[in-house]
């Protein structure tokens, strides 16, 4: 026991956060999960998940050089922790679990 | 080059209410830099601040199946507790009259228009006498 599952938006961030590795910060992530996962993002629900994140030791958060093109406010990067690949991996392994044996899914779509 | 300036009421709401909302401004900031509709970012600021409003910020949610609670739990609990809501005493806050406010009106009432407090008077004995039929009235029928 004591194996962390993911929500399928807090996987989400997490993966984009590890594809983006050093420039991972809010717009960013939130651009990822658009472009590549199909999903519209508000940026202060992707927050509100990486807040929890955090608060779970799932991330961890540098602030970084405010910037003129970001009115004078900094960055916030995230990094996702050991702890959080962990989570990563076993809300992989529970879904493809899931995923084996369902009829309905082995049909592939022409 | 020109640099477009985001919309400053959108920001300045988004640090009022939203006091560590800095890299959200930010990050809002650089994207309507890149082309992003003033509709786009009041849509941003108000979904954040409806975000934080249904989430209580020192919630303690684990994720399902956490054998540990998050690192930082006792603090938010002492800053819970210690937390407290100010008090308008000016009475120049646009939320609502403050106290100050409330003694400035009953003392223009009092100086410009005295009828007004036998109105109110007049007023709230006719609601006690109001409610005082209904309940003998409901009484009656349910006897």
Request: charge should be positive; proline fraction near 6%; glycine fraction near 10%.
């Amino acid at each position: 026991m004591g194996r962390q599952l993911l929500t399928d938006f807090e996987l989400m961030i997490l993966l984009a956060a590890l594809r983006l590795g050093d420039e991972a910060y809010g717009v960013q992530i939130a651009r990822q999960i658009e472009e590549i996962g199909g999903r519209r993002v508000l940026l202060g629900a992707a927050y509100a998940a990486l807040d929890r994140l955090e608060a779970n030791g799932l991330v961890s958060s540098t602030i970084g050089n405010p910037t003129s093109e970001r009115g004078g406010r900094a960055r916030r990067y995230f990094r996702v922790t050991p702890r959080g690949l962990r989570a990563v991996r076993h809300t992989r392994d529970a879904l493809v679990a899931l995923w084996q044996g369902v009829p309905q899914l082995e049909e592939r779509s022409p | 080059m020109t640099t477009r300036r985001p919309p400053r009421l959108a920001l300045a709401v988004l640090d009022r209410w939203l006091p560590d909302s800095s890299p959200l401004a930010g990050d809002l900031t650089e994207e309507f830099e890149r082309g992003r509709s003033r509709r786009w970012f009041w849509w941003q600021v108000l979904a954040a601040l409806g975000i934080a409003a249904f989430r209580r910020s020192d919630e303690i949610r684990p994720l399902r199946l956490v054998d540990l609670q998050p690192v930082d739990a006792q603090e938010r609990s002492r800053r819970r507790l210690l937390r407290f809501e100010p008090v308008p005493l000016t009475g120049t806050g646009l939320p609502g009259i403050g106290g100050l406010g409330v003694v400035a009106l009953a003392l223009l009432v009092t100086l410009l228009a005295p009828v007004l407090w036998f109105a109110l008077v007049a007023s709230m004995l006719a609601g006690i006498a109001l409610g005082v039929v209904i309940i003998a009235w409901h009484r009656r029928r349910a006897g």
